[in-house]
T-cell receptor
Framework: DSGVTQTPKHLITATGQRVTLRCSPR?????VYWYQQSLDQGLQFLIQ???????AKGNILERFSAQQFPDLHSELNLSSLELGDSALYFC????????????FGPGTRLTVT | GESVGLHLPTLSVQEGDNSIINCAYS??????FIWYKQESGKGPQFIID?????DKRQGQRVTVLLNKTVKHLSLQIAATQPGDSAVYFC????????????FGTGTQLKVEL
């Protein structure tokens, strides 16, 4: 158990809908990273937050957005869902004293039908 | 179990043998590298890391070798056990650039009894 929690574990929704994925980092970790893992593109970095502020952006679609709240939990919002958005979504957090060592949560499996 | 890629290379080894998993990285500016293990249904788990100013680092039963000339990483697992069966990813980081991980495709390691 990495100490990073993600909810829900599974999510099934229809095209065009909007969903919110939630992540709680390890206690004391200020950074949260979001990744998408799909069958055809592997693990892709989406976005990073540090202490509530966006720090880095990767291959994140405009239909997707994220935020980190004062209690450091983060939410990833996916809207106008398409079939191709079906994937595993992971968040990871890093300790302040080891910023390169990312601890991953168990992931949320999103299925868009 | 879940598949994390359509065309993952597979390495099959006998229990007790040594395993060598290879990875070619893409960015010559990357200065930090990590190996992750992902078991079916779980998030990636940190195994070992290495900085670009090193060419070898050893952990418990694992050794990472870095060849910057040809941009190649390898992960050696000694005395491979059934519990080592998983997908292994290398990841590269350009430190100071938000510390986002760029993952390789992954290698499926299968340990045969």
């Amino acid at each position: 158990d990495s100490g990073v929690t993600q909810t829900p574990k599974h999510l099934i929704t229809a095209t065009g809908q909007r969903v919110t994925l939630r992540c709680s980092p390890r206690s004391g970790d200020l950074s949260v990273y979001w990744y998408q893992q799909s069958l055809d593109q592997g693990l892709q970095f989406l976005i990073q937050y540090y202490n509530g502020e966006e720090r880095a952006k990767g291959n994140i679609l405009e239909r997707f957005s994220a935020q980190q709240f004062p209690d450091l939990h983060s939410e990833l919002n996916l809207s106008s869902l398409e079939l191709g958005d079906s994937a595993l979504y992971f968040c990871a957090s890093t300790p302040w004293d080891s910023p390169y060592e990312q601890y991953f949560g168990p992931g949320t499996r999103l299925t868009v039908t | 179990g879940e598949s994390v890629g359509l065309h993952l290379p597979t390495l099959s080894v006998q229990e007790g043998d040594n395993s060598i998993i290879n990875c070619a990285y893409s960015n010559s500016a990357s200065d930090y590298f990590i190996w992750y293990k992902q078991e079916s249904g779980k998030g990636p788990q940190f195994i070992i890391d290495i900085r670009s100013n090193m060419d070898k680092r050893q952990g418990q039963r694992v050794t990472v070798l870095l060849n910057k000339t040809v941009k190649h990483l390898s992960l050696q697992i000694a005395a491979t056990q059934p519990g080592d069966s998983a997908v292994y990813f290398c990841a590269e980081i350009v430190t100071g650039g938000g510390n986002k991980l760029t993952f390789g495709t992954g290698t499926q390691l299968k340990v045969e009894l």
